[in-house]
C-alpha cells in the first residue's frame, strides 16, 4: 500500500531534498516523522531532489506503509506535529502501488523571486535574490522566450550533475511576470537539469544588465558548455511551486 504527500518546506535550514550525511534534509524529518506516526521504517521518494535552499509549495511524495491508517486526517496531524515548523503536509491520501512520483511526473512548475528594490526586504530575504540595479526586464523576456520548446539544456546544468541518459527537455512555458519589486520567473517543462532553472536565471540577468543579447541564447543551447553561461542564481530564490500528473493515481 502506498501514500501520496503534498508538501511545503522553507528549505533555508536543509541540505534539501535528499538523505545527506552533512546535515537534516526534508526527507530525513519527513521519514522520521512518518516513522514514529506509523511505528514503522518507511523511505519516502520525492517528485524532485531540490537543492540545498531551495523552496516547494507543492513537492509530491510517496510512502509505503505496511497498513493503510484509518483516519488520514488525523495521520496527518500528528506528522506535522513531529515535524520542524518549516516543513507541512498539505495532503495525505491512498495512491495505487505502482505509482512513482518522479517517474510518473508529467510537469514541474517552478518560480524564481528576485527583490527589485534599493533595500533589502526582511520578509522576502529568505525566498528572493536581492538585486537593485538596471534590468532591462522586455530583453530578460526575449531571452525566456528563447528556451520554449525542446531544447538541448547541456549548457545550463551544474558542472558535478550525475550522468542523465538526455539531456534534452521540453519547456512549455517560461516567462517573467512583475509584481511591484518583485520580479517573477516561471517555468514549467517536463523535468529539469541538476540547477536549470537557477542558471537560466543567472544568464538572464546578465541579460537585463546588458552583458549579453537575448538573441544569444539559441547559439548557447547549441553549444552544450556550462561555462558559455552565466552563473548559478542564489538557490533562496528558487521554489518548487507543483507537480503535475496525468491524472490522480487513486488507490
Known amino acids: ?24 534534509t526534508i526527507q530525513g524529518e519527513l521519514e522520521r516523522a512518518l516513522a514514529v506516526v506509523l511505528r514503522e521504517a518507511v523511505r519516502v ?23 493503510l491508517p484509518a483516519d488520514l486526517d488525523r495521520l496527518r496531524t500528528s506528522v506535522n506535529a513531529l515535524l520542524p515548523e518549516t516543513i507541512v503536509v498539505t495532503e495525505i ?7 512513482d512520483p518522479r517517474r510518473d511526473a508529467r510537469r514541474r512548475c517552478y518560480a524564481y523571486r528576485i527583490w527589485r528594490a534599493p533595500a533589502p526586504s526582511p520578509f522576502w530575504r529568505r525566498y528572493a535574490w536581492h ?4 534590468l532591462d526586464v522586455d530583453a530578460m523576456q526575449a ?6 520548446g525542446e531544447h538541448d539544456f547541456r549548457a545550463l546544468r ?46 538572464f540577468v546578465e541579460i537585463g544588465r546588458g552583458q549579453r543579447s537575448a538573441a544569444s541564447v539559441p547559439a548557447l543551447l547549441a ?4 561555462r558559455e553561461a552565466g552563473a548559478t542564481a542564489p538557490a ?16
Open 1 to 24: 500500500m502506498q501514500l501520496r504527500l503534498v508538501v511545503q518546506y522553507d528549505g533555508t535550514a536543509f541540505e534539501g531534498w535528499q538523505l545527506q550525511p552533512r546535515g537534516p
Open 45 to 67: 521518494r520525492g517528485a524532485g531532489r531540490t537543492d540545498a535552499g531551495v523552496h516547494a509549495a507543492g513537492q509530491v511524495a510517496a510512502v509505503r506503509v505496511a497498513r
Open 93 to 99: 491520501e491512498p495512491v495505487a502501488d505502482a505509482f
Open 131 to 134: 538585486l537593485w540595479g538596471p
Open 143 to 148: 531571452g525566456a522566450a528563447a528556451v520554449v
Open 158 to 203: 551544474a558542472r558535478d550533475a550525475e550522468p542523465v541518459r538526455s539531456t534534452v527537455r521540453h519547456v512549455y512555458e517560461s516567462r517573467f511576470e512583475t509584481r511591484g519589486a518583485l520580479l517573477v520567473y516561471r517555468i514549467e517543462a517536463n523535468a529539469f537539469l541538476k540547477h536549470m532553472v537557477r542558471t537560466l536565471m543567472g544568464t
Open 223 to 226: 553549444t552544450g558548455d556550462r
Open 236 to 251: 533562496h530564490g528558487l521554489v518548487l511551486e507543483s507537480v503535475r500528473y496525468d491524472e490522480p493515481s487513486s488507490a
